[in-house]
C-alpha cells in the first residue's frame, strides 16, 4: 500500500489521541462511580451518629445530676428541721437521737456532693465533646460540598478535553486514505496501530528487531507501507 510521510505522522497523533480519549473516559468513569463523594458521605455519617449517642449520653447525665440535686435538697431540708427540732426539745434522750441523725445526714449530704463535683466533671466534658463533634460536622459538611463542586468541575473537565480530542480526531481522519484508516483501526482493536522505528526497535511493541529483517524493513520504499514483524504494527522510518 502506498503511503505519504505525513499521514503516517497524522496515523500516529491520531492514536495518541484515541488512546488519551480512552484515559479520559475510564478517568470520568471513576469519577462517575462517586466513590469520593461516597467516602465524605460515610464520614458525615459516622459523625452523625456519634453526635447522636453524644447527645443521648449528655441528657442521661443531666437526668442523673437532676436526681442527686434533687436527693441533696431531701437531705437538706431534712438537717434544718432537725437542728429546729433539736433547739425545741429539752429531753437529753431526744437530743442524742436527733444529734446522732443529723451526724448521719452530714456524712450523707458531703458523699452527695462529692458524686455531685464528680457528675460536673463529666458534663462539662461531655459538653466539649459535643461542641468539638459538632464543629466537626460542619466541617464534614463543607468538605462534601467541596468534594461534590470538585467532581462536577473535574467531570466537565474531562468532558471538554474528550470533546476537543474527538474534533481534533476527526481532522486527522479527513487527512489519511480511507484504506489506511480501515487497517488502522483494525490493528487499533487488538492493540498498538502505529509504532516508530527507533534504531532497531519499535516503540508499539518495544521489541528489537533483528539485523534480517531490519535489513528487509529497509528495502521497503520510503512511500511503501511498512510493518513491525513482531507485533505488525504500521511503522514510521
Ligand atoms: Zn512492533
Redesign the pocket.
Known amino acids: 500500500m502506498k503511503v505519504k510521510k505525513d499521514e503516517l505522522e497524522n496515523l500516529f497523533a491520531l492514536q495518541d489521541l484515541i488512546i488519551l480519549n480512552r484515559k479520559l473516559e475510564a478517568q470520568a468513569k471513576q469519577l462517575a462511580t462517586g466513590s469520593d463523594l461516597e467516602a465524605a458521605r460515610s464520614a458525615q455519617l459516622a459523625n452523625s451518629a456519634e453526635i447522636s449517642q453524644a447527645r443521648l449520653d449528655h441528657e442521661a447525665l443531666i437526668r442523673e445530676l437532676q436526681r442527686l440535686e434533687a436527693d441533696l435538697a431531701l437531705v437538706n431540708k431534712r438537717i434544718s428541721t432537725d437542728k429546729e427540732r433539736l433547739n425545741k426539745t429539752a429531753v437529753a434522750r431526744d437530743a442524742l437521737g436527733i444529734q446522732h441523725e443529723l451526724e448521719t445526714l452530714a456524712k450523707r449530704a458531703a458523699d452527695l456532693e462529692d458524686v455531685e463535683i464528680e457528675l460536673l466533671e463529666q458534663k462539662s466534658e461531655s459538653d466539649m465533646r459535643l461542641h468539638e463533634l459538632e464543629a466537626q460536622g460542619e466541617k464534614l459538611e463543607q468538605e462534601l460540598q467541596l468534594t461534590k463542586a470538585r467532581v462536577q468541575l473535574e467531570l466537565t473537565d474531562l468532558k471538554t478535553q474528550f470533546q476537543s480530542n474527538q474534533k481534533t480526531s476527526a481532522d486527522l481522519r479527513g487527512k489519511i486514505s480511507a484504506e489506511l484508516l480501515s487497517r488502522f483501526d483494525s490493528k487499533l482493536a487488538r492493540g498498538l496501530a502505529v509504532?516508530r522505528l527507533q534504531k532497531n526497535t519499535?516503540t508499539?511493541?518495544n521489541?528489537s528487531i533483528t539485523a534480517t529483517a531490519l535489513a528487509d524493513l529497509h528495502q521497503v520504499p520510503a512511500d511503501e507501507l511498512a510493518s513491525?514483524p513482531?507485533?505488525q504494527?504500521i511503522l514510521l522510518r
Request: charged fraction near 10%; proline fraction near 0%; charge should be negative.
Open positions: 509504532g519499535c508499539a511493541c521489541m513491525c513482531e507485533c504494527a
